[in-house]
């Protein structure tokens, strides 16, 4: 239908428009988990390839990488100067966090590579 | 403002006088270290009423894999295979225990060594159960304080601390999962709720470590695993959709789901179980969730971001029930277990799997039991839920659920009642604390009007103040009334709970007590006797069959190989044992010569009228027995349906094994005056079959009160 093609062209306009006008910062963290994904997909696609044994290692790698993305995003969240919810949190507690639980993560899947 | 009696204090002790703060804070200090004390003092009868030892079957493992853990280290306990129990195959224990109970004991023998207290293992074993109760007191009052304030807390911490369905299975001697695992339950869902209310990446990263402190501890993580996104699926559905939601959840299943991974027996559980595809299908949802909130922030435009939203909810619906369906059809995504899905299907595990149905903890739980272990918080209990749906927030969504959740399983299964125990104290609180304060507000108020009235001149008001000057004190004297009335009930509830605890909760089981014919005590020994006898008088790789109930007994006292034990995995070689007690002497006998079988023990309770015993579970022997061998037929043994084993019993239960053996020269023995000789005190009935002959075994050791039998089996003969 035209009006849903030129709905849809109107969306992404609109939404590459409000997204060009987000701070450098969270673009920053945008770029780190869209590279994230992309290595988990391609962890995906290689354990297509050649089969999922050892099942822990590709769970750890798969995981680590869903693991920091998620990390991210709640970092994004919590230093977004725009959200009200997180006004009193000061940013640095917020890497800190992220930083904290980042090194649990790569910890517990180092003991899980195997 | 201080109370004038103090200013006649001398000028030193003036210093000494707090602000209404300060005094919170210490009456507040003081209730709570008295609850902590309270809470471990109150399970410690058995242990001053017969002596510091390990109760019941299942602790028994977990005693004897402490000792392993603190005489051979970690990494041996990692590794460790056993093969003195379910001879010949063996037991990858490593592999098969949730080491949690097991390594938090050894830490604490650790620790109080390392400040030169030389306790032995099985003091610490014994009192670990104890002290996870006094911590867990500590734990409700915080997460009494999250939900609704302060004063709840002290009250949840107070319920929790005497709560019987909580004592029943932490008692001092009971050194079982559950004691550590309520624990971390009550931990991590404090954590959790509290990372939901600050949004704090530090709080959700907690509530993971005790997440992984739960999956550790006992198999019934898979109740977080479900409430939780349970309650954040809720929280979704009734708008409640937050950033701090997203930020508390997905931190805590990331890095929980991972810690969980690292313990053996759970593997890759997380990811391929059934059980626990509702908390991937949540975090997917809130992937959605984040992803639309955003673009609607972005796009700040009505109709183009219903279009979107449109187009994303078909997608997302589409690929969901696809991955769902292809899991679970190619079979990828295991089933629900046996042991969960008699949860949701109650009647499932009498027809499909008679071992779980025969564990007496696994039945449907009686009204009885119900006031038994929960006393008045049973109608506190609705009260609570009515002042949590009156202040709705978050935190009281979780209790609420949490609640009502657990109540309805611990309808379907006993055992469960200690999971209902935490909840069912905090909203019981609940109610309490704010009832009580209500009250004391009115009667405050009312003692302060008065006087306030007495100063109006004004006719009109002053005849208004004066009717309503006639209801007050009315109202007074019946909130005072009230109070009584409550104060009452809280102290019958304590009455109640003390007395539960001594009378029924605190016994050993391995020690049984008894009143003799002059009042005094008399107590029986048999099973330590018999284990002792077993260790002191058997060679060394002697291998004993018994039912599975006694399996972790005698491989932890009696240090002799066993053939099943309580741990179950392996139905068929449960159903082999069986079918060897089932059977008549010589079929038996080739049985018993395939396991390599010397000794064979059974417990008896005829002459002390003991009715936990092998003739009184003989019957399931010979259910488990013919579910894997079709020989082995029910009817056989009964009369008309009925089971008896007196004269009218039938043939094939005359003269089965575990008769013969239970009954071997009991028809001499006079048990009761007035009765013929080989009258069976628990069945009530002389005993058919007197006149027992053996002919492949020989009787090694009888207790002193006949409880446990023990037989040696002789070797084949030279000449066949």
Not at chain 1, 16 to 43: E, H, M, R, S, W
Not at chain 2, 236 to 254: F, K, P
Not at chain 2, 399 to 410: N, R
Request: charge should be positive; glycine fraction near 6%; proline fraction near 4%.
């Amino acid at each position: 239908m035209p009006r849903a093609t030129s709905d849809a062209k109107l969306l992404i306009q609109s939404l590459g428009k409000a997204y060009a006008a987000t701070p450098t910062n969270l673009k920053i963290i945008d770029l780190y988990v869209v590279f994230v994904v992309a290595t988990a997909l391609i962890q995906v696609a290689y354990m297509g390839l050649v089969g999922s044994f050892p099942f822990n290692s590709f769970l750890s790698g798969v995981l680590s990488c869903i693991g920091t993305a998620v990390l991210a995003v709640c970092l994004r969240i919590q230093v977004n100067k725009d959200n009200k919810e997180f006004k009193d949190l000061p940013p640095e507690r917020a890497f800190a966090d992220f930083v904290l639980c980042n090194l649990v993560l790569h910890l517990v899947i180092m003991n899980f590579l195997g | 403002m201080a109370p004038p009696a103090l200013d006649s204090l001398p000028a030193p002790l003036r210093s000494l006088r707090l602000k209404t703060k300060q005094q919170e804070l210490l009456l507040r200090v003081s209730a709570l270290a008295l609850i902590y004390v309270l809470a471990f003092a109150v399970r410690l009868f058995s242990v001053l009423r017969y002596e510091s030892m390990i109760h019941e079957f299942d602790p028994y493992f977990n005693y004897r894999t402490t000792l392993f853990l603190t005489e051979n280290g970690f990494s041996e306990f990692w590794n460790w295979f056993d093969s003195e129990s379910w001879y010949p195959l063996g037991r990858v224990v490593g592999g098969t225990l949730f080491p949690g109970l097991m390594v938090t004991a050894a830490l604490l023998h650790r620790l109080l060594h390392a400040l030169s207290l030389a306790v032995h293992i099985r003091e610490v074993c014994v009192l670990t159960a104890p002290f996870f109760a006094a911590n867990t007191t500590l734990v409700a009052y915080a997460f009494g304080r999250e939900i609704w304030d302060s004063g709840a807390g002290l009250v949840a911490a107070a319920l929790i601390a005497i709560v019987p369905g909580y004592i029943s299975r932490s008692v001092a001697g009971s050194y079982d999962n559950e004691g550590v695992a309520i624990f971390a339950l009550l931990l991590t869902f404090y954590l959790f709720v509290r990372a939901v209310n600050t949004g704090s990446l530090a709080w959700a990263l907690a509530s993971a470590f005790g997440y992984f402190y739960m999956v550790s501890a006992w198999g019934g993580y898979v109740f977080i695993i479900n409430l939780i996104p349970l309650y954040v699926l809720v929280l979704l559905v009734t708008g409640r959709y937050s950033q701090r939601l997203y930020v508390a959840y997905n931190c805590m299943y990331v890095l929980g789901m991972l810690l969980a991974m690292q313990i053996r027996f759970v593997g890759f559980q997380h990811v391929q179980s059934g059980e626990h595809m509702a908390a991937m299908g949540v975090f997917f949802l809130l992937q959605v969730f984040f992803f639309l909130d955003w673009v609607q922030y972005l796009l700040n435009d009505a109709r183009l971001f219903k279009s979107f939203l449109r187009i994303t909810l078909t997608c997302v619906i589409t690929v969901g029930a696809l991955a769902l369906g292809i899991g679970t059809a190619s079979g990828y995504i295991s089933p629900w277990t046996g042991r969960f899905y008699s949860l949701l299907d109650p009647t499932y595990a009498k027809d499909h799997i008679p071992i779980i149905a025969s564990v007496s903890e696994h039945q449907p739980t009686a009204w009885s039991s119900f006031m038994f272990d929960f006393h008045i918080l049973l109608f506190l209990f609705p009260a609570g839920l009515y002042f949590c749906f009156k202040r709705l927030s978050d935190a009281t969504i979780f209790i609420v659920m949490y609640g009502l959740t657990s109540m309805y399983f611990a309808g379907v299964m006993v055992r469960l009642i200690l999971v209902a125990a935490p909840a069912v104290c905090l909203i019981s609180a609940i109610a309490a604390s704010a009832t009580i304060k209500n009250l004391t507000t009115l009667i405050r108020t009312k003692s302060r009007s008065p006087q306030t009235t007495s100063g109006k001149t004004t006719g009109s008001k002053a005849a208004a103040k004066g009717a309503v000057d006639q209801s007050l004190p009315f109202q007074h004297n019946a909130a005072i009334a009230l109070l009584l009335g409550a104060f009452y009930l809280l102290s019958r509830y304590a009455i109640h709970c003390t007395w539960v605890t001594s009378e029924a909760y605190s016994s050993p089981s391995i020690v049984l007590a008894a009143r003799g014919h002059n009042g005094g005590r008399v107590i029986f020994d048999d099973y330590r006797e018999a284990y002792y006898w077993l260790r002191q008088n058997t060679p060394p790789d002697a291998k004993i069959m018994s039912w599975w109930d006694y399996g972790y007994q005698i491989t932890a006292m009696g240090n002799r190989t066993v053939i099943v034990d309580n741990n179950t995995w392996n139905n068929t070689h449960i159903a082999t044992v069986g079918r060897a007690m089932s059977s008549y002497e010589d079929e038996a006998y080739e049985i018993m010569q395939s396991l390599d079988v010397n000794y064979v023990l059974v417990v008896f309770g005829g002459v002390t009228g003991y009715s936990s015993d092998d003739i009184n579970k003989f019957l399931w022997m010979v259910r488990i027995g013919g579910g894997v061998f079709p020989v082995i037929k029910e009817p056989d043994y009964l009369v008309n349906g009925e089971y008896r084993i007196d004269k009218g019993a039938a043939p094939k239960m005359l003269n089965c094994l575990m008769y013969k053996l239970c009954y071997y020269r009991f028809g001499e023995l006079t048990t009761e005056y007035g009765k013929p000789p080989g009258y069976d005190r628990v069945r009530g009935v002389e005993i058919g079959n007197k006149d027992i002959k053996l002919e492949y075994l020989e009787e090694a050791f009888t207790t002193s009160n006949w409880i446990v039998r023990i037989y040696k089996v002789k070797p084949p003969k030279n000449r066949s």
